[in-house]
């Protein structure tokens, strides 16, 4: 009963490198959206998927990459590093819009960027 | 532009009190509201919902308050333990569009034994 892994769970990156936050959920949730939270912030939309193939922008997508070729994973590609996406990634997934039984959310990757 | 605030960043109570977290909004369309729960390095967990066809909302020993009118929500905790202690968030969804969240930015409770 994994519900949503994300990998890896601490990452330093230096400015200007690229990589890949890894996010893959075993409950068949068709939705899967990334957020970032800042110190002292809410959770900020990053990207979002209503199913395989189908990705769309939030809040804060610039910077960042996502592809969804599979139900089960979606992983964020951030490109170019900045010291700017420092933050704590979270990956979710619900079963419909989540609006009423809400979202079930990984553990979180902790980046930082130097 | 903060379409959902939680204007309090922590609150303490005594153990066995009611524990009370504030939330505002400001986007009329928001038509369901959530609470989450945050511990330290673990992501959020739903708590509880309310829809805005009902006023309030019950699980357990936790209660959720909508006032429309006032574009505000409370969530109470009665009676607060010491395990209630983490981050909770309010978040708002709007009928229209992709249905996504919009979150607070969160009030620690700590809750004393």
């Known amino acids: 009963n994994a519900g949503v892994t994300q990998t890896p769970k601490f990452r330093i990156l230096k400015i200007g490198q690229s990589m890949t936050l890894q996010c893959t959920q075993d409950?068949?949730?068709?939705?899967m959206y990334w957020y970032r939270q800042d110190p002292g912030m809410g959770l900020k939309l990053i990207y979002y998927?209503?199913?395989?193939?189908?990705?769309d922008k939030g809040e804060v997508p610039n910077g960042y990459n996502v592809s969804r070729s599979t139900t089960e994973d979606f992983p964020l590609r951030l490109e170019l590093a900045a010291p700017s996406q420092t933050s704590v990634y979270f990956c979710?997934?619900?079963?419909?819009?989540?609006?009423?039984?809400?979202?079930?959310f990984g553990s979180g990757t902790r980046l930082t960027v130097v | 532009d903060q379409q959902v605030k939680q204007n309090s960043p922590s609150l303490s109570v005594q153990e066995g009190r009611i524990s009370i977290l504030n939330c505002d909004y400001t986007n009329s369309m928001f038509d369901y509201f959530l609470w989450y729960k945050k511990y330290p390095a673990e992501g959020p967990t739903f708590l509880i919902s309310i829809s805005s066809i009902k006023d309030k909302n019950e699980d357990g020993r936790f209660t959720v308050f909508l006032n429309k009118s006032a574009k505000h929500l409370s969530l109470h905790i009665v009676p607060s333990q010491p395990g209630d202690s983490a981050v909770y968030f309010c978040a708002a969804s709007a009928r229209s569009g992709s249905y996504q969240l919009t979150f607070g930015k969160g009030t620690k409770l700590s809750v004393i034994p």
């Open positions: 409950m068949n949730h068709n939705y």
């Open positions: 998927s209503v199913g395989a193939g189908i990705t």
């Open positions: 979710a997934s619900s079963s419909s819009t989540g609006r009423n039984y809400g979202y079930t």
